[in-house]
Nanobody, 124 residues
């Protein structure tokens, strides 16, 4: 079973940047579309961005378009989320998981499990 581990979160000031990593073990990563999701306190988990198995298709939730960039290196079995111009409302626990791109939405695959996530805090 594909297992994913998130890392790269931390505390950053508004306007700052972070790069999150999603490292895979077990099965090869290049068969999977992968999504980044986030959950802030008191809010539902939302799909932030998805990338297709070969990196050819990506999508983003409207609130991060132009600021976040998803990418992948299948040889390194890692998917990245570069987050620039961070805002306080980006603060959340970020998770990665196998996903599906459905129109403009990034949806976790039904049989995918959540990992521990990585905490992103945006505060001055």
């Amino acid at each position: 079973q594909l297992q994913l581990v998130e890392s790269g979160g931390g505390l950053v000031q508004p306007g700052g940047a972070l790069r999150l990593s999603c490292a895979a073990s077990g099965f090869t990563l290049d068969a999977y579309t992968i999504g980044w999701f986030r959950q802030a306190p008191g809010k539902e988990r939302e799909g932030v961005s998805c990338i297709s198995f070969d990196g050819g298709i990506t999508n983003y939730v409207d609130s991060v378009k132009g600021r976040f960039t998803i990418s992948r290196d299948n040889a390194k079995k890692t998917v990245y989320l570069q987050m620039n111009s961070l805002k306080p409302e980006d603060a959340a626990i970020y998770y990665c998981a196998p996903a599906r791109i459905i129109g403009r939405y990034c949806v976790r695959s039904a049989d995918a499990n959540w990992g521990q996530g990585t905490q992103v805090t945006v505060s001055s």
